[in-house]
Structure formats: structure tokens, C-alpha cells
């Protein structure tokens, strides 16, 4: 054996999956489904009985949770389909920068700089306006598939 010591560069998170698999079959409205690569809110689903020998067959139509861009999508319902994690959580906004970031107050009391606003014009406007006003305002996060936005804000009252 050599003595030198081996430097591994990973950059691999610790492998917990962004989707985990779901039979299609059990997938319902308002639950969430891969499409395209993309984290989706299932808004409607419909089962078609197919002939002899095929596959009962479901057609999901889905809003990506991010973009807000309708999507469909017909998978057999004794198949799997991603399911993404979907996570929300709620923090305090500190400050907005010039740029386009906002500075968001963790509950272990740290800071989080990496998220924009949200390109949704009237939740846009809510923030700038209330933060504007010194209020007090809360901004639930979503995240999914490596992703985050702001989605939705709360106002707990005046500083």
C-alpha cells in the first residue's frame, strides 16, 4: 500500500432522490407527478378502460408547481411515475437587495440570500409594496427537485 493520502472531490448530495416512484393507478387530483422532467400539481386525471388485452391507461393533466405551465401527460396505471418531494417552509423576510434577491430569516436564526422574488406579478408587487410599508411579512417557500421559489406571503403585522 502507498502512503500518500487520496484527496476525493465529491460533489454528489448524500443521495437521498429528488422523486420517488408511485403506481400511476394511485395518483389523485392535487397530488404531484413528474412530467417532462418538471415537479407538477395534478389538477385533473381520468382512467380509460382499454380493450382485451391492454393496460388500463391514466391521462394526467398537471400545473408545474414553478412555472405555472399546464402539462399532460398518459401513463398506464399499473406503471410507476415519479413523484417529486415537495417541501414548503415558511420564512421571515428581512430585506430585498437591488438585484432581485431576498434575504430570508431561518428559523434557527440564520440568514438565506440564494432565492429572487417571484416572477408572479401580484405576488411581486405584495412583497415590494408590504415591505415598502415596514411590515412584518412571512414568504412560504417551495422546493422540489433542487428548485425553490416564493409562492405564497403572509402578514403578521407592523415591526
Known amino acids: 500500500m ?3 493520502e487520496h484527496q476525493f472531490e465529491s460533489k454528489a448530495d448524500a443521495g437521498a432522490s429528488k422523486t420517488y416512484p408511485q403506481q400511476a393507478g394511485t395518483i389523485r387530483k392535487n397530488g404531484y407527478i413528474v412530467i417532462k422532467g418538471r415537479p407538477c400539481k395534478v389538477v385533473e ?3 380509460s378502460k382499454t380493450g382485451k388485452h391492454g393496460h388500463a391507461k ?11 405551465k399546464k402539462l399532460e401527460d398518459i401513463v398506464p396505471s399499473s406503471h410507476n411515475c415519479d413523484v417529486p418531494h415537495v417541501n414548503r417552509t415558511d ?5 430585498i437587495s437591488e438585484d432581485g434577491f431576498v434575504s430570508l430569516l ?10 429572487r422574488l417571484p ?8 412583497i415590494k409594496d408590504g415591505f415598502a410599508e415596514g411590515k412584518d411579512l412571512v414568504v412560504s417557500v417551495m422546493s422540489a427537485m433542487g428548485e425553490e421559489q416564493i409562492n405564497a406571503l403572509k402578514d403578521i403585522g407592523p415591526k
Open 91 to 95: 420564512y421571515q423576510l428581512i430585506d
Open 106 to 115: 431561518t428559523d434557527s436564526g440564520n440568514t438565506k440570500d440564494d432565492l
Open 2 to 4: 502507498s502512503d500518500e
Open 45 to 47: 386525471v381520468s382512467t
Open 119 to 126: 416572477t408572479d406579478e401580484a405576488l411581486l408587487a405584495q
Open 58 to 68: 391514466c391521462h394526467f393533466v398537471a400545473i408545474d408547481i414553478f412555472t405555472s
